[in-house]
């Protein structure tokens, strides 16, 4: 099911049949080292992220992350959404991209887009980001999307400090 549609991408709702472009994304280098080991090794513990994750977002809130696909040829690139974490008090925007899809300009398109979504349809009025400190990249690109730096934080007693980003 297509839940946001842009010129060139399409979100869907991540189905147990992706657990093969999960278990790539997860596994990233990028992803590792900004976001975090999973613990997702095979195409098992894929299909369980799935259920545990997106699924269980859309059953609990009717959003989550989606899965990004490119129109031409419908090949998954990665994944955007909303996420509603226990440890924050407004719902976050996330994405992340395989590499041979990032410089291409979806992640923006997909990130505008789901804020939109976010706006129009869920009636959000406060969108947050979180960002590894040392991840330039996804900082650019949610400055340019319109939220701005807000302050840094841990998201648990043990975690790495994060840099929160929110819409003005």
């Known amino acids: 099911m297509t839940v946001i549609e842009t010129e060139r991408l399409a979100l869907r ?21 900004f976001i975090g080991d999973k613990k997702v090794k095979t195409l098992e513990d894929a299909r369980g992220y799935i259920e ?17 696909e490119v129109k031409e040829g419908s090949e998954p690139a ?25 410089a291409r300009g979806y992640a923006r398109e997909a990130a ?7 706006r129009r349809v869920l009636g959000l009025t406060r969108i947050v980001a979180i960002a590894s400190p040392d991840n330039e990249r996804s900082s650019r690109l949610l400055e340019k999307i319109g939220l701005r730096f807000e302050h840094k934080l841990r998201l648990a007693v043990d975690a790495d400090e994060v840099a929160l980003f929110a819409t003005p």
């Open 78 to 102: 990665g994944i955007c959404g909303l996420v509603k974490r226990e440890t924050l008090a407004d719902v976050d925007i996330g994405f992340a991209f395989l590499p041979r899809h990032r």
């Open 13 to 33: 709702e991540i189905r147990a049949d992706d657990a093969a472009f999960i278990l790539e994304l997860v596994n990233d280098p990028a992803w590792l080292r």
């Open 112 to 118: 505008e887009a789901t804020l939109d979504y976010a």
């Open 52 to 68: 545990r994750g997106p699924r269980a977002l859309y059953a609990r809130h009717g959003f989550g992350l989606w899965l990004v």
